[in-house]
């Protein structure tokens, strides 16, 4: 393909065009400010490229998103979690001997060291989770001290992934004041998870199938989504040299902000809010539009996405048949199915093109599981793992990778003369 053609500040600059396997069209400005002097001015990054990548493809406009080439309907109904994680981490979906191996890893790591429960125990019950989540995947690193190439690298991928949804469920039941209830080896990912979850010391607990298949599904549906703010944010900590615990830790702390993961459980509130308001969507659709209120809808709008998210689709078509075989009538359900009808007929979301995403629906199949508003973005997190380290080592092994250091234009005071302390009046 031709290069593209720039002409600034009297420079005339041409940079080499790159083209992905999906038709996706780049330029390379590398040598843009070696060449013209300028620099580009993209604040959210919203038509910055940071990277190469194999991992995920999504198209915007289309409503795709595929994992390594697999649609993400064909991997949320028809795979498992297990098989996605190793798909996104290891590069293809396993063989039947490999997922065997896999699965037994990944239960055999689940364990965390006795000394880490006295982590828990320092915070107070009603800690956030995600901070905990945050710390104690960042402590990690403490106990398993390793670098990207060295020979310990594959075994803490797997012990990340094992041990996250422990750590998840310890902060559970310390939040409740229960005692901690230690992973299985005999169950499958997402059934160990609500075993730790719900399970107590006095009484047989086995979870209920459909909620089990429900959340691996959720899982999968989170497990990547390209050069989101929290994969962003891993790439970059992890960029500088920091290790792999280290840079999933920020990428945690980054997923728990209201824009990002933290929709999920803001979602809920505020659905509830509306019911206890009396039910009045037209109150709150007209808030979100107004451009002197700080209110959005929740769950609604996406950076990429802008005729739906394809996430929310399987999840809106799952909710209604798990309630339904469940016997539960969420009055939530109802609620949002009203507001997303209202919101898609108005034509301030239709011409921004806001549409319900992966948070919209995501909740109400968390609180068919039992599992309280505040893990939400705690259940976020553990699908997005996968997609994290993922990432983080294609990151690691791509040679273009350079220190993340973006630039910037300033606008401050130029220079001024210094006025010692007593002569300021
Ligand atoms: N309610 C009302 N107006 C909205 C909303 C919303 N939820 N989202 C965007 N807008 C408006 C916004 O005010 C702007 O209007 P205008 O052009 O008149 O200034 C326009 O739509 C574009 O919005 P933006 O904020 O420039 O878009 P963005 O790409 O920077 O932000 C977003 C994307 C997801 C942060 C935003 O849509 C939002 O805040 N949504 C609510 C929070 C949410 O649901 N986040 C979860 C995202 S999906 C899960 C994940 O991957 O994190």
């Known amino acids: 393909m031709e290069p593209a053609r720039l002409s600034i500040n009297g420079h005339n600059a041409e940079f080499p065009v790159t083209v992905g396997t999906e038709d996706e069209v780049g330029f390379d400005i590398l040598k843009l ?8 001015l993209d604040p959210g990054f919203a038509n910055t490229g940071s990277c190469e990548s194999t ?23 028809k795979s498992t979690f297990v098989d996605v994680a190793h798909l996104l981490v290891r590069g293809e979906l396993p063989t039947k001997k490999e997922a065997d191996k896999f699965n037994e890893d990944l239960t055999h790591h689940s364990l965390l060291h006795e000394d880490m429960k006295k982590f ?6 009603n800690a956030p989770p995600m901070s905990v989540l945050s710390t104690i995947v960042s402590s990690l690193s403490a106990y398993y001290p390793g670098s990207a190439d060295g020979e310990d690298f594959d075994v803490n991928i797997v012990r990340l992934l094992a041990k996250l949804k422990t750590i998840a ?23 160990d998870f609500m075993h730790m979850m719900f399970a107590v010391p006095s009484e047989e607990y086995q979870p209920n199938d459909l909620l089990v298949r429900t959340l691996d599904m959720l899982l999968i549906l989170h497990a990547d989504h390209e050069q989101n703010c929290s ?7 992890g960029s500088s040299g920091a290790d ?11 997923l728990s902000g209201p824009l990002h993961g933290g929709a999920n459980t803001a979602v809920i509130e505020m659905l509830d809010m509306i019911r206890k308001d009396g039910g009045d969507f037209k109150k709150y659709v007209d808030k979100a539009k107004d451009k002197n209120d700080p209110f959005r809808l929740m769950g609604f709008g996406h950076r990429v996405y802008k005729n739906f998210d394809p996430r929310a689709h399987v999840i809106k078509s799952n909710a209604d048949e798990v309630l339904n075989k469940l016997g539960i009538s969420d009055p939530l359900l109802d609620l949002a199915k009203q507001l997303e009808r209202i919101a898609l007929e108005d034509d301030y979301f239709v011409e921004r093109g806001l549409y319900p995403n992966v948070d919209f629906y995501s909740g109400i199949l968390y609180r068919a599981m039992g599992i309280p508003t505040d893990m ?23 040679p273009a990778t350079r220190i993340y250091r973006p630039r910037q234009i300033y606008t401050g005071y130029t220079k001024r003369a210094f006025v010692p302390t007593e002569n300021r009046g």
């Open 231 to 237: 994969t962003s944010t891993v790439r970059m900590v």
């Open 376 to 398: 939400f973005t705690v259940m976020f997190a553990l699908g997005r793992l996968p997609g994290w380290i993922a990432q983080w080592v294609e990151m690691k092994k791509d």
């Open 55 to 77: 991992i995920t493809y999504i198209d915007g406009e289309k409503g795709i998103l595929r994992y390594r080439g697999y649609t993400i309907e064909d991997l949320a109904t």
């Open 33 to 40: 400010r070696g060449s013209t002097g300028a620099i580009t």
């Open 120 to 125: 828990f125990e320092g915070y107070p019950a």
């Open 169 to 191: 469920a310890f902060s559970y039941k310390k939040s409740i004041g229960q005692p901690y209830i230690y992973p299985r080896n005999d169950m499958g990912y997402a059934a």
């Open 244 to 254: 792999l615990f280290t840079s999933i830790s920020a990428g945690i702390s980054a």
